[in-house]
């Protein structure tokens, strides 16, 4: 047997030796020798580095609907075929999920965007655009607000709870079905404006046009999308009847993830009116007012609305 001393890989020379060979140790292969790469015991992997490269190029680089599948979101069934269509290796479904989070991958809610977008539409708005308005603006003494409008059903409903499982809990709201429309406009310092109405024509963003420059210290520079009611003549009238007070400027088509107002319906609706119960169009309009009012309570997180990453080019 060995003398009993580490040989260098963590065994006694006596173990080391007699793993290897199967007789005792003397302590000649022991040492330097001992710390030579041996082949690593298990099954070797199914795909190769150069493999799990392509693999994830393939995910997270493509539309499903690119590689002749029917739908747009990814599955680990999809993701399997894929991997027998491209390198001839078959796994399980659960071998693919531990293969997905191996590669840093994970199931995530995808954002959904018009294929009518012009990207580079939008590279220009956010390069050359916006930081030409910024300046304009600054010149002028004026402030800029992004508006939009939304509306918001009685049927409309977000978020969960807490129940037994295997018992849906359920909440009791009205079987009716109504609406009422909102607009607002938030400014990058914080402010916010709105205004809750039963309809939504042109007259009523002509109004709240009116009440956005009434509160105003000095030009408006509005931000809004593409809406008829935007573009009627009536609304171009109006704005060059202000001698210059009012200014709309348009986002590029199909945009919306360019406009913060966005944020402001993300939390009056899901955040607030959807988690409650709503039971008559009076109780649904009081309560798009009073989420509107709490908002416009808490200037600092109109303000945390402006750090989502597609957001940046206004403070940039």
């Not at 330097?32 to 190029?57: E, F, T």
């Not at 304009?136 to 508006?147: K, R």
């Not at 404006?193 to 408006?220: Q, S």
């Not at 007012?289 to 597609?310: C, E, M, N, S, T």
Request: net charge positive; with cysteine.
């Amino acid at each position: 047997m060995g003398d009993g001393r580490c040989c260098g890989r963590g065994l006694y020379r006596a173990a080391c030796c007699e793993a290897e060979t199967g007789s005792e140790c003397d302590g000649r292969d022991c040492g330097k020798d001992a710390l030579r790469a041996r082949p690593v015991p298990g099954r070797p992997p199914k795909l190769g580095g150069p493999q799990l490269a392509r693999l994830y190029a393939l995910i997270a680089g493509q539309d499903p609907r690119q590689l002749q599948f029917e739908f747009a979101l990814w599955t680990r069934e999809m993701i399997r075929e894929v991997i027998r269509r491209e390198f001839r290796v078959a796994l399980s479904v659960v071998s693919v999920g531990r293969l997905l989070r191996k590669l840093g991958l994970s199931p995530q809610r995808p954002l959904h965007r018009a294929y009518q977008q012009d990207p580079e539409a939008v590279q220009r708005w956010k390069k050359e655009a916006y930081p030409a308005i910024r300046k304009e603006a600054e010149a002028a003494g004026a402030v800029i607000y992004f508006a939009d409008e939304a509306g918001i059903r009685s049927d409309y409903h977000a978020g969960t709870t807490w129940s037994p499982v295997g018992q849906t809990p359920v909440v009791k709201n009205t079987g009716s079905r109504f609406s009422v429309n909102m607009i607002s406009a938030i400014s990058a310092k914080g402010a916010l404006r709105f205004a809750v109405y039963d309809g939504n024509t042109t007259a009523t963003f002509i109004d709240f046009c009116k009440r956005l420059l009434h509160d105003a210290a000095g030009p408006v520079y509005l931000i809004v999308d593409g809406h008829p009611a935007h573009r009627a003549t009536a609304t171009k009238e109006f704005a060059a009847s202000t001698d210059g007070q009012l200014r709309l400027i348009f986002l590029p088509g199909y945009s919306p993830e360019l406009n913060p107002d966005e944020w402001v319906w993300k939390y009056v609706k899901h955040d607030r009116i959807g988690k409650t119960g709503v039971t008559s169009k009076a109780g649904l309009k009081s309560k798009a007012i009073g989420a509107l009012r709490r908002l416009q309570k808490r200037p600092g997180l109109v303000r945390a609305f402006f750090a989502d990453p597609h957001l940046r080019y206004i403070s940039a």
